[in-house]
């Protein structure tokens, strides 16, 4: 099973707690340690975590900074632990967005992990969907190849489809997040800020969507 879950809902956790706004991505990185010792615990094979899109790099430059230094620390900090658990680890999105020394970082993970098989973890940071289908379409026009359903999606940085995909924070829109690969994928929109969700609340989760009739337009 493949999950994909968009974290929305860290800065208003942190005003709930009145701390300043960009706080609460501390929490949501917190949780999502958590998540990956839920899904493996509960048989789940991938997970897609919307963790930074393109629109957000327009926020304001604490906050970006802030988020920027948390990822360096986030990730230098489970370097050893991806390669231990067998973890494979991708990076999706537009990595010349981000400073120099997070792009290398990006860079060593991928290769350390990349004949990794226990679990996989796809974390889409400076992403945009739209961006992402623009880039494939480009890259096979550059090639000569014809652009089709199947060539396009092959070009795709990240070809594997969501079953269900998780939005915390209680807004019910896609924002620009994997429009290519989700269209059977089964929606959740929870109102549950992302750094609430709780282990039960996937459970719930995956028990709905199995009780789901999925008919991929037939």
Known sequence: MHISIILDGNRRFAKKLA??????????????????????ELGIQEVTLYALSQDNLARSKVEVSFLLDLFR??????????????????????KELLPEDIQKIEKDIEEETKNNKNFKVNFCIAYSGRD???????????????????????????????????????????????????IYSEWFFLEKLWPEFTKQDLIQCIEEFKARERRFGK
Do not use: M
């Not at 701390?19 to 493996?40: I, M």
């Not at 396009?152 to 896609?174: H, V, Y």
């Open 19 to 40: 701390l300043k706004p960009w706080k609460g991505h501390d929490f949501g990185a917190e949780q999502v340690e958590k998540l990956f010792d839920w899904c493996k």
């Open 73 to 94: 620390k986030f990730f230098l900090s489970r370097r050893e632990k991806f390669r231990k658990e067998g973890i494979k680890v991708r990076f999706i999105g537009r």
């Open 132 to 182: 992402e289908i623009a880039q494939a379409a480009e890259k096979l026009r550059l090639e000569g190849k014809q652009i089709t359903k199947e060539s396009l999606k092959q070009a795709l940085q990240l070809q594997d489809e969501p079953d269900f995909i998780i939005r915390t924070g209680n807004a019910i829109r896609t924002s620009d997040f994997l429009p290519y690969q989700s």
